[in-house]
């Protein structure tokens, strides 16, 4: 499969933890309406939802994230960065979806503003790319052991966060934990 075969979408408003969604599924399952909606599940009673902006522009957060993976008989593991990326049994996990820093910009002035970006990598025809709605197309990471590398320095950043897109069976059993480190 090449780049061009890749599913990719590419960044709207502020809809990154939904184009990670989709990119991570590699297909279009989410949309701004069954966020909203998710949101509105998760806090029924709120006038102003804490899932989404203010403005309802997007800016979902992990919660949205954690409860559209479940929807699809997903789960999402919360990535401990004290843990070396080498303890993943990669062979377990669907995909990954990061949580990094992002700088802002306005056309093309940057601006000395950092904000939280979603973004994805998933394997596709064996090779791993970097889905992260940003880019103008995916970025090709390469095999796991490029992916180890690309994982360890994105979350060699001191805000970023990781988490394992798993089946829920292998969230259960701990799978997605290398078998010496699961014991542990």
Known sequence: MSEGEVF?????????????LNNVLQERVFTKETADDICKRLAPQCVVNPHRSLLGTGNYDVNVIMAALQSRGLAAVWWDKRRSVQCLCVEKVQGFILNVPSRVSLGIVSLPLRRRHWLAVRQVSGSYYNLDSKLKNPVCIGGE????????????????????????????DGTWLNSEDHKK
């Open 145 to 172: 052991g490029e992916l180890r590398t690309f994982l360890s320095e994105q979350l060699s950043q001191d805000v970023s966060e990781m988490l394992l897109v798993v089946q829920r069976e292998v969230e259960e």
């Open 8 to 20: 990719h979408e590419k960044q709207r408003l502020e809809l990154c933890a939904i184009h990670a």
